[in-house]
């Protein structure tokens, strides 16, 4: 039994073991009906491996699920789904071309006419009042409402148990606030909600209970509405957090990255065209873009850093010298690095080493190349100082990135550029994917670079995080940046408001 009354799932003592990693080490959990229980824990801390093996996409090595008081095998997310287990992942599986409908009957197990289906939609949708059109093309509708179809898919099962992994990760804060409301509606009526997030403020706000892992062990659980954020963060990184330390009142230097009128056609039927952006980054200053997933982030990172060329080589200045005609290595030489999104063969390729990952960037910069030759002896130490300033977990200079992990591979991706000293640094979630206490190291090194007198343009989905870094900021959506705002000026709402495409006049 718990608060909430009988158990709806018991885990007992499970274990999973991977080659080389011991994903889950005897892990015991209780969720009762009708509780919204967080699970928490840093990356490869062995959440989604014990979500996997609940929903039956993954079988357990040792001990026993219970689901209603009963031991069973869960042989697969059929018989998950058969038992009234729902699960809503962090990616969604949804066919662009086709029409909301048609899409959930895509996932639905049992056959049932396009017309009752109809029907049994719009019931639900009424019931936890979740406003979608079932006719519409998939390819129409914002991250919101998508995630609204994988939530209506898992709600025609009547679930007894719905897990949702990163839910809120592409949304503004209007739908987060939306989703809260369906959930608590649905915990009302006795679906027990297992919540995976990393926004530590969302849990405090929603769950009752927290099961925190660490490591593949069971570490701590609690009730979040006792804990602070700080609290659930460093039980689960096992040390103090720092906190980052930015100067209070910060004076700026003169302009030294400034884009003007820049504007890029549409790439391919899924890309975003920018249209007619602005902005002027002063030495020292931070400036942060906010923004839902898929509103021309990438598009806009890629003609910055020079992947992509402009047409109006003055659309891009730095220190007054136009370079919008310019390829990476021209930008790069002048004192401007980036770092895209994807860190995996984007940013880094998994099957080079760590020497040859800096080479790939650092060369012009960090002199290791001379007349045509490598310098390996540099290059090597080069890699090995960023493995030292930036704590990477690695054997050293000669491990392949793709052995790292990826909040290890983004600390090194992140001490590469920033060791560069670049006048200036552009870059795209710096801190996606790591845990509490690399993404406080990664922030921190980003305010000291600035305070050094670069110019910083952090692209993030994460709002806390702009909010904590930031002297000013703007929002891009559909391809367009809001007048920029000096932090500190503009409310959550405002920018959640422009997110969702409510521009400012």
Request: neutral net charge.
């Amino acid at each position: 039994m718990t608060a909430h009354g009988p158990l709806r799932l018991e885990l007992r003592g499970i274990s999973k073991q991977f080659p080389g990693v011991l994903a889950n080490d005897h892990v015991s959990v209780q969720v009762g009906a009708g509780e919204i229980h967080a699970l928490l824990g840093e990356n490869g801390a062995g959440k989604s491996t014990l979500v996997k093996m609940i929903y039956g996409i993954m079988q357990p090595d040792q001990g026993e699920i219970v689901w209603n008081g009963e031991t069973l095998r869960i042989a697969s997310p059929k018989a998950a789904r058969k038992l009234g287990i729902g699960m809503v992942f962090q990616h969604f599986s949804l066919f662009e071309a086709l029409t909301v409908l048609e899409n959930i009957a895509l996932g639905l197990d049992a056959k049932i006419s396009q017309r009752d289906l109809e029907t049994e939609i719009r019931k639900v949708m009424d019931q936890y009042g979740l406003k979608l059109d079932p006719q519409r093309v998939v390819a129409t509708l914002s991250v919101g409402e998508r995630q609204r179809i994988e939530i209506v898919r898992a709600l025609l099962l009547n679930p007894k148990l719905l897990i949702m992994d990163e839910p809120t990760s592409v949304l503004t804060p209007q739908e987060v606030e939306q989703l809260f409301e369906t959930l608590r509606q649905l915990s009302a009526g006795g679906c027990s909600i297992l919540y995976i997030s990393h926004k530590l403020h969302e849990i405090v706000a929603l769950c009752e209970t927290a099961t925190i892992l660490r490591g593949g062990k069971l570490v701590a659980t609690c009730d979040p509405r006792k804990k602070t954020s700080r609290e659930m963060a460093e039980l689960m990184i096992g040390a103090n957090l720092k906190d980052v330390s930015k100067a209070q009142t910060s004076t700026f230097g003169a302009s030294k990255f400034e884009v003007k009128s820049l504007s890029m056609p549409k790439r391919g039927d899924f890309g975003v065209a920018l249209h007619d952006i602005s902005f002027d980054v002063r030495a020292g200053e931070i400036y942060g873009i906010a923004g839902v997933a898929g509103n021309g982030q990438n598009e806009l990172l890629e003609v910055l850093s020079g992947e992509v060329v402009s047409q109006n080589s003055g659309s891009i200045l730095l220190d007054g010298k136009a370079l919008g005609h310019m390829g990476p290595s021209d930008r790069r030489q002048l004192g401007l690095c980036s770092v895209p999104e994807e860190r995996n063969g984007h940013a880094a390729v998994g099957e080079f080493n760590l020497t040859e990952n800096t080479l790939l960037t650092a060369r012009q910069r960090k002199g290791l190349v001379a007349n045509g030759m490598i310098d390996g002896g540099k290059t090597s130490g080069f890699a090995a100082s960023v493995i030292e300033s930036f704590k990477v977990k690695a054997l050293g200079p000669t491990s392949l990135a793709g052995s790292l992990s990826g909040g290890n591979l983004q600390k090194f991706i992140m001490g590469r550029e920033i060791l560069q000293a670049p006048d200036v640094l552009i870059v795209s979630q710096p801190t996606w994917g790591v845990d509490a206490g690399a993404a406080s190291a990664i922030r921190q090194a980003i305010v000291d670079l600035a305070a050094k007198g670069s110019a910083i343009v952090v692209i993030s989905q994460d709002l806390d995080e702009l909010l904590d870094l930031s002297d000013t900021m703007s929002v891009i959506n559909l391809g367009r940046l809001s007048p920029p705002r000096k932090v500190g000026t503009i409310s959550i709402e405002e920018i959640g408001l422009l997110m969702g495409g409510v521009h400012a006049h």
